[in-house]
């Protein structure tokens, strides 16, 4: 008999927490769900829960982060090699971001369901927000140099935003690649660079 990995098998049991909450919550908003309910569903005991959780909102929030970063994988893949991006040039297919949140589409639609009521809206919207941020740098001078840049970078990073997040509550009417191309139409619209700030 082989012996499985321990890993492995905290992995497999934690996968099917998650898969048992999300069901759950399909079901009812994720305040009234119990632990003795996550537990029951998942064929586990309370001691198991507890041995990698402290509170259900633990489990939840480990979900959203491993989705965020997977979120944060897809949005950087067009630029991860380049220092200077060029719309002009950037082919559509190149933004995965829209394919990621298809692809995750159950998911997003859970979390952005209003019974849902855990500010997954706010925190996705900041995470986003802190992405572009800290990865992007517009420029405004071909456009206006009166322009404040601050005030300009929010409107472009919570246009997209808003954009991202109408697509996912209106039930993806777009394919993703109609999405990637219009937000790259978007963008060249005023900005046809963005400048890649230099990691730490």
Do not use: C
Request: proline residues 4%; charged residues 30%.
């Amino acid at each position: 008999m082989s012996i499985q990995h321990p890993d492995k098998r905290v992995k497999r049991t934690k996968e099917k927490f998650r898969e048992v909450v999300l069901s759950l919550m399909e079901e009812k908003s994720f305040h009234d769900i119990t632990i003795t309910e996550i537990v029951k569903a998942a064929d586990f005991n309370r001691g198991t829960f507890y041995a990698h959780y402290e509170k259900k909102e633990d489990l939840l929030d480990e979900i959203i982060e491993e989705m965020f970063e997977k979120m944060t994988e897809a949005f950087r893949k067009p630029y991860l090699y380049l220092s200077v991006v060029d719309f002009n040039e950037l082919p559509s297919n190149s933004i995965i971001l829209f394919d990621h949140f298809l692809e995750n589409k159950r998911f997003y639609k859970l979390m952005l369901r209003p019974t849902t009521n855990y500010n997954f809206h706010e925190k996705m919207t900041k995470r986003l927000d802190k992405l572009f941020r800290e990865e992007f740098g517009f420029l405004t001078t071909e456009i206006d140099p009166a322009i404040d840049i601050q005030l300009f970078s929010t409107y472009r990073i919570h246009g997209i935003i808003g954009l991202i997040l109408e697509w996912i509550e209106n039930d993806f009417p777009q394919s993703s690649s109609y999405m990637g191309d219009q937000l790259i139409h978007i963008l060249k619209f005023y900005t046809p660079k963005i400048y890649i700030k230099k990691k730490k």
